[in-house]
């Protein structure tokens, strides 16, 4: 069986790619929300400037009128919005640090934790004083090809 075959080569590819699938997911998310906390921050200045809102405003409250709202509670409303908005991107940003984390372990070679090389015969030698000591052998480790790493391509 070849190293890729491995069924540990497998598995660690399979999860980093749907770690970096998720990365890639949160990535977008953490744009959007950047993008809708700007938005609101413009849509506040134009109320504060005495400006109309623009539709988009309207629907991004879902909202079809601004009957019945007032200059003060379209503020309130905005700035709640975008409170929420910073929460969710704080949530997201410590969700990708956790991704990121995980994937650095997951890529480590579970063969030779990291090594590159596995220790294989141990053979031992008498010294003078009479005292056995172990002598360690490695080898490069053949599931990781001595990188210690799994790689996987992007
Ligand atoms: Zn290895």
Request: hydrophobic fraction near 35%; proline fraction near 4%; charge should be neutral.
């Amino acid at each position: 069986m070849s190293t890729e075959d491995d069924p540990r080569t497998l598995r660690i590819r399979r999860e980093v790619l749907g770690i970096r699938e998720n990365l890639r997911k949160k990535s977008q998310a953490l744009d959007q929300c950047q993008e809708q906390i700007d938005w609101l921050a413009g849509w506040a200045a134009l109320l504060d400037a005495g400006d109309t809102l623009p539709k988009e405003a309207l629907e991004f409250l879902d909202i079809t009128t601004l009957h019945g709202w007032t200059k003060l509670t379209l503020r309130l409303r905005f700035a709640g919005l975008a409170e929420n908005l910073k929460e969710r991107r704080e949530t997201i940003v410590d969700e990708v640090k956790r991704l990121n984390e995980a994937l650095k372990s997951m890529e480590i070679c579970p063969q030779c934790s990291g090594a590159g090389k596995v220790f294989t015969v141990v053979s031992y030698e008498r010294m003078d004083e009479g005292a056995i000591i172990p002598r360690p052998h490695s080898k490069p480790c053949n599931l990781c090809a001595g990188k210690g790493r799994i790689s996987v391509a992007n």
